[in-house]
Every structure is written in C-alpha cells, then in structure tokens.
C-alpha cells in the first residue's frame, strides 16, 4: 500500500471562491486539458452537501515502464470520483476501470490565514504479486502529477488568468 498526503494552497482565496471552483465542470476540465489527457469526461451532480463530482482521465503510456505496460495497455484510464458531504470534505475514490486495485481517501478544504489548502490523502493498493508495489508508486506519481496541475490551474483559475 502506499499512502499520498498532498496539500493544494489557495493564496488570498475565500473558502467560497475554491468550493465553487472545484465545484465548476469547466475548471475540471481545464485540468484535464492542462495534462495533455487523450481524452476526458466530467460530471458534477447534486447540490451541497451532497454533490457528487466525477472526472475521467485518459492517460497514454507512452512514458510508462515496459513492465507496467502489459498490465495496463495503450491507455490508462483514472477515474475519480468525490462526494462532497459539505462544503469542504468529500470522499475520493479512484478506479482504474477493469484493473485491480483501489484508491480510497479523502479531500478537506480549510483556511489557514488567508489562504485556502485543499489536502488530498489517499492510499493506493495493488494486489498483484512482485509487481503490485511498483505499479502502486506509478499510480501514486500519476495522482500527484493530477493534483499539481490542479493547483496551477487553480491559481490561475483564481486570479482570473485563465482562458
């Protein structure tokens, strides 16, 4: 199993300028574009404190590992899923749809100061033998690569700098 801890900070952000930002299909979609994904799907239902966001990424591998690659194929699907149960706590889940494996965590928003940080914590597990760690550390590096992109679209998002 590895775990993933990761912080997004929202300087000079209101707690009600970052909800609506992860809250808004068209910001998602700009993280997704922003990765250079073969292929995207988001869907945002429900209304606070029951919203349910759903994002579809389709990766290509052509950087991933020779040894990855037979068990992912030519595209690496990641689908994420969150359930906002307020304002500013939901729980993820991410699925590589047909792989086995699971990632379970949770996604909380809170000011510090004048700052909004979003913190990210899930864990990945793998249950492939000799191998599963390795492809546990792939994923795991994908996930954050996702929620850096997500932070620098963000502050642009914010700052009213994106187009």
Do not use: C
């Amino acid at each position: 199993m590895k775990k993933i801890n990761h912080t997004l900070v929202y300087p000079g952000a209101s707690l009600d300028q970052v909800v609506a930002m992860v809250s808004d299909p068209a910001f998602r979609e700009a993280v997704a574009d922003y990765q250079g994904v073969v292929r995207r799907s988001v869907s945002v239902t429900g209304e606070v404190p029951a919203k349910r966001i759903e994002v579809e990424l389709v990766h290509g591998t052509e950087r991933v590992p020779s040894f990855a690659k037979k068990f992912v194929g030519d595209e690496i699907p990641i689908v994420q899923v969150e359930t906002w149960t307020s304002d500013t706590a939901a729980d993820v889940e991410v699925t590589i749809p047909g792989k086995p494996g699971e990632m379970v965590g949770s996604a909380t928003l809170t000011t510090s100061g004048d700052d909004v940080v979003e913190t990210m914590e899930l864990e990945v597990r793998v249950k492939i033998p000799l191998v599963g760690g390795k492809i546990e550390d792939l994923i795991a590096g994908l996930l954050v690569k996702a929620f850096k992109a997500e932070n620098k679209v963000g502050l642009k998002w914010l700052a009213g700098e994106w187009n």
